[in-house]
């Protein structure tokens, strides 16, 4: 079992920043795929940026050029570092971790983060 646990989530005005934190524990394996997804009132849950274990990232177009994912300190650990905030980033952000093994598939959810964008 994986447990995903997020802080950094707050209140900020239009073009603010924010950084995002996930703390990974339990049994992690190297080869994952760690990420971050988020949820506005009325929309479906979306990918917002990941990262795979040999540090390549992909983005969702929407937050190009403005985050940036990273795995500060140990492999455990990712962040989602948040420049030029605008109010359609208000979300609930969820961290996520992906690890497709030969024998078994591991998936797990944070419980989530609030993030508020003021014009």
């Known amino acids: 079992q994986v447990q995903l646990v997020e802080s950094g989530g707050g209140s900020v005005q239009a073009g603010g920043s924010l950084r995002l934190s996930c703390v990974a524990s339990?049994?992690?394996?190297?080869?994952?795929?760690m990420g971050w997804y988020r949820q506005a009132p009325g929309k479906q849950r979306e990918l917002v940026a990941s990262?795979?274990?040999?540090?390549?990232?992909d983005y969702a177009d929407s937050v190009k050029g403005r985050f940036t994912i990273s795995k500060d300190g140990n492999k455990n650990t990712v962040s989602l570092q948040m420049n030029s905030l605008r109010v359609e980033d208000t979300a609930v952000y969820y961290c996520h971790y992906y690890r497709n093994g030969w024998y078994k598939q591991t998936r797990a959810w944070g419980q989530g983060t609030q993030v508020t964008v003021s014009s």
């Open positions: 339990g049994s992690i394996d190297s080869d994952n795929v």
């Open positions: 990262i795979v274990y040999d540090g390549s990232t």
